[in-house]
């Protein structure tokens, strides 16, 4: 009996199942099932479900109530795959590596359908995707051939599985939905806008901030046009290159304390003002879809509702349900933690070791007690900062960290050259990230309208040679990172499985758990075993811990 199949659904409404040997290819006979969840709920010896993409399948599946322990994803395999045999960005659909399998020509992969708010269906519109069940076998057992060729073939046969893992707590996550409180979200909005005009302009408090910005420039000013501004700044005799708020607030000038405020209330009414409220909160429950490894580096992105990018303000109406709490924990310094690892640095591992302040400690080794600088120093060689101050910086963290410098410098270097870079488990960064790609690293972004800042913006991650290297050195640190986090959810979820606790929310090193009250204290516990296993699986034996802040909330707000 095997405890691994393969699963299908079909046009008239069934499923194919068929079950899978070692090799993957069947170990039995196609068997057609008149329903889905009939078809799993009937096996519950199978411990993995082999299937074309999680976003179809699986939503329904939560819609009946039914649960799989793992799968496989072939699509997200498919995309994996592809990026480590250098071909990042040629179509990753079944139909795609079936096509490739077979010598055929490549059918583009269909679009990414727009949110939807408060809608379960699935990311990919099914129709014209679907394959039968033989030939997604046929993908299947290729996809394990490629798996085996791989340079490290355990490392990413444990990737794809990790990534396969994220797909199913996207999907929970996204029936979960995290907890809202629309009237509290109101009263927010209320206190910082005021009250709302007739006619969809803008609420009373950002028309008055616009009067007073233009009362300063003594002429009418749009606080909302970049362009406007620098060009009121010009004609009072200060130039500016662009309105972002480190250049504009050490500018000698009334008008930069109404314009400042003016932008920090203007990103709330355009990104979680009253409209927002309206389309994507329902029945007590903010649903945003999230996607797991929506970037190159495999962090996460979500398809509408701006999830991870939610101000503090507005996280005063994230409430628990009565009677239970939000287990809110945030990794402590993850990025240098994961740069210890990768490159086994004895000084940087042993300092990662401690549940200590990791900055700390490597300023009291480095930068003679210099907190700040030794945080510069670090995320300066993760990120790529090596001129001037951190040039400097840079010199010092190397004579005591010399392999973990190294070995971020090699990356950059491979990047440069237009060479493949890989994380840990075999994530791999194309050798032309192009523009955006800064975005997708989480590197520092624009505001909207506004020029790229020099060395960072949406430009960093061009096609010039020096930028790829910046981003190369980035991407093995943020994407082994991004590696790890996958294997800590998987490990909480398989602990909350048998708790009320749901995952509701998640990004990059923040996760949140929402659980009855009696459960907070397990559910803090199983977060810092879940870290502890993650950091095993993904880098092996090593002295690096991986530390949580955790607070047990009523309000997200009150976590930080």
């Given at each position: 009996?095997?405890?691994?199949?393969?699963?299908?659904?079909a046009?008239?409404?069934?499923?194919?199942?068929?079950?899978?040997?070692?090799?993957?290819?069947?170990?039995?006979?196609v068997?057609?099932?008149?329903?889905?969840?009939?078809?799993?709920?009937?096996r519950?010896?199978?411990?993995?479900w082999?299937?074309?993409?999680?976003?179809?399948?699986?939503?329904?599946?939560?819609?009946t109530?039914?649960?799989?322990d793992?799968?496989?994803?072939?699509?997200?395999?498919?995309?994996?795959?592809?990026?480590?045999?250098?071909?990042?960005?040629?179509?990753?659909?079944?139909?795609?590596?079936?096509?490739?399998?077979?010598?055929?020509?490549?059918p583009?992969d269909p679009?990414?359908?727009?949110?939807?708010?408060?809608?379960q269906?699935?990311?990919?519109?099914?129709?014209?995707?679907r394959?039968?069940l033989?030939?997604?076998?046929?993908?299947?057992a290729?996809?394990?051939?490629?798996?085996?060729?791989?340079?490290?073939?355990?490392?990413?046969?444990?990737?794809?599985?990790a990534?396969?893992?994220?797909?199913?707590?996207?999907?929970?996550?996204?029936?979960?939905?995290?907890?809202?409180r629309?009237?509290?979200?109101?009263?927010?909005?209320?206190g910082?806008?005021?009250?709302?005009?007739?006619?969809?302009?803008?609420?009373?408090?950002?028309?008055?901030?616009a009067?007073?910005?233009?009362?300063?420039?003594?002429?009418?000013?749009?606080?909302?046009?970049?362009?406007?501004?620098?060009?009121?700044?010009a004609?009072?005799g200060?130039?500016?290159?662009?309105?972002?708020?480190?250049?504009?607030?050490?500018?000698?000038?009334?008008?930069?304390?109404?314009?400042?405020?003016?932008?920090?209330?203007?990103?709330?009414?355009?990104?979680?003002?009253?409209?927002?409220?309206?389309?994507?909160?329902r029945?007590?429950?903010?649903?945003?879809?999230?996607l797991a490894?929506?970037?190159?580096?495999?962090?996460w992105v979500?398809?509408?509702?701006?999830?991870?990018?939610?101000?503090?303000v507005?996280?005063?109406?994230?409430v628990?349900?009565?009677?239970?709490?939000?287990?809110?924990?945030d990794?402590?310094?993850?990025?240098?933690?994961?740069?210890?690892?990768?490159?086994?640095?004895?000084?940087l591992?042993?300092?990662?070791?401690r549940?200590?302040?990791?900055?700390?400690?490597?300023?009291?080794?480095?930068?003679?007690?210099?907190r700040?600088?030794?945080k510069l120093?670090?995320?300066?060689?993760?990120?790529?900062?090596?001129?001037?101050?951190?040039?400097?910086?840079l010199?010092?963290?190397?004579?005591?960290?010399p392999?973990?410098?190294?070995?971020?410098?090699?990356?950059?270097?491979?990047?440069?050259?237009?060479?493949?870079?890989?994380?840990?488990?075999?994530?791999?960064c194309?050798?032309?990230?192009?523009?955006?790609?800064?975005e997708?690293?989480?590197?520092?972004?624009?505001?909207?309208?506004?020029?790229p800042?020099?060395?960072?913006g949406?430009?960093?991650?061009?096609?010039?040679?020096?930028?790829?290297?910046?981003?190369?050195r980035?991407?093995?640190?943020?994407?082994?990172?991004?590696?790890?986090?996958?294997?800590?959810?998987?490990?909480?979820r398989?602990?909350?499985?048998?708790?009320?606790a749901?995952?509701?929310?998640?990004q990059?090193?923040?996760?949140?758990?929402?659980?009855?009250?009696e459960?907070?204290?397990?559910?803090?516990?199983?977060?810092?075993?879940?870290?502890?296993l993650?950091?095993?699986?993904?880098?092996?034996?090593?002295?690096?811990?991986?530390?949580?802040?955790?607070?047990?909330?009523?309000?997200?707000?009150?976590?930080k």
């Amino acid at each position: 009996m095997t405890d691994r199949w393969a699963l299908a659904p079909a046009e008239d409404g069934g499923v194919d199942v068929a079950p899978l040997g070692p090799d993957g290819l069947p170990a039995g006979p196609v068997r057609r099932e008149p329903d889905l969840a009939g078809a799993v709920r009937d096996r519950p010896e199978v411990t993995r479900w082999v299937w074309r993409s999680t976003p179809e399948v699986y939503p329904r599946l939560l819609a009946t109530g039914v649960r799989v322990d793992r799968c496989y994803d072939i699509e997200d395999a498919e995309t994996l795959l592809l990026g480590h045999e250098g071909r990042y960005g040629e179509p990753h659909s079944a139909a795609a590596a079936l096509a490739r399998l077979r010598g055929g020509p490549v059918p583009p992969d269909p679009p990414l359908r727009p949110a939807e708010p408060g809608a379960q269906s699935p990311l990919f519109e099914p129709q014209g995707a679907r394959l039968p069940l033989d030939d997604l076998i046929a993908v299947y057992a290729e996809q394990q051939r490629r798996h085996a060729a791989a340079a490290r073939p355990d490392r990413m046969r444990l990737l794809t599985a990790a990534e396969s893992a994220g797909m199913l707590v996207a999907a929970e996550m996204n029936r979960a939905g995290l907890p809202w409180r629309a009237d509290v979200h109101r009263e927010v909005l209320d206190g910082l806008l005021g009250e709302r005009y007739a006619g969809g302009g803008e609420p009373r408090r950002l028309a008055e901030l616009a009067d007073e910005v233009s009362a300063a420039f003594g002429r009418r000013v749009r606080p909302d046009l970049p362009a406007d501004v620098i060009k009121a700044f010009a004609q009072a005799g200060i130039k500016v290159r662009s309105t972002r708020r480190w250049e504009i607030e050490s500018v000698d000038h009334p008008a930069v304390g109404p314009l400042l405020e003016y932008k920090r209330l203007y990103r709330v009414w355009v990104a979680h003002g009253w409209t927002w409220l309206q389309d994507w909160v329902r029945e007590g429950r903010f649903r945003p879809e999230f996607l797991a490894g929506g970037t190159v580096t495999g962090r996460w992105v979500t398809n509408g509702g701006g999830a991870l990018q939610i101000p503090k303000v507005i996280r005063r109406a994230v409430v628990a349900d009565p009677g239970w709490r939000l287990v809110v924990a945030d990794a402590d310094q993850m990025e240098p933690r994961v740069l210890a690892a990768i490159s086994r640095d004895p000084g940087l591992m042993e300092v990662a070791g401690r549940a200590t302040d990791l900055y700390q400690s490597v300023s009291d080794r480095a930068f003679s007690g210099d907190r700040a600088q030794a945080k510069l120093a670090v995320l300066g060689a993760i990120y790529g900062q090596t001129s001037g101050d951190g040039l400097k910086n840079l010199a010092a963290l190397r004579r005591r960290f010399p392999q973990a410098v190294a070995y971020v410098d090699e990356a950059a270097r491979a990047g440069e050259e237009g060479r493949l870079v890989r994380t840990w488990l075999g994530r791999t960064c194309p050798p032309a990230a192009g523009a955006g790609a800064a975005e997708e690293a989480g590197l520092p972004q624009e505001e909207p309208g506004e020029p790229p800042a020099e060395g960072w913006g949406p430009g960093y991650a061009s096609t010039d040679a020096r930028a790829r290297g910046r981003f190369a050195r980035n991407f093995v640190v943020q994407g082994s990172a991004a590696d790890w986090a996958l294997l800590l959810l998987a490990a909480l979820r398989r602990t909350c499985a048998d708790m009320a606790a749901e995952l509701v929310f998640f990004q990059h090193d923040e996760v949140i758990v929402h659980c009855p009250q009696e459960e907070a204290d397990a559910v803090v516990a199983a977060i810092a075993q879940a870290a502890d296993l993650a950091g095993r699986l993904t880098f092996g034996d090593t002295p690096v811990r991986f530390p949580f802040t955790t607070a047990v909330v009523e309000c997200y707000a009150d976590a930080k």
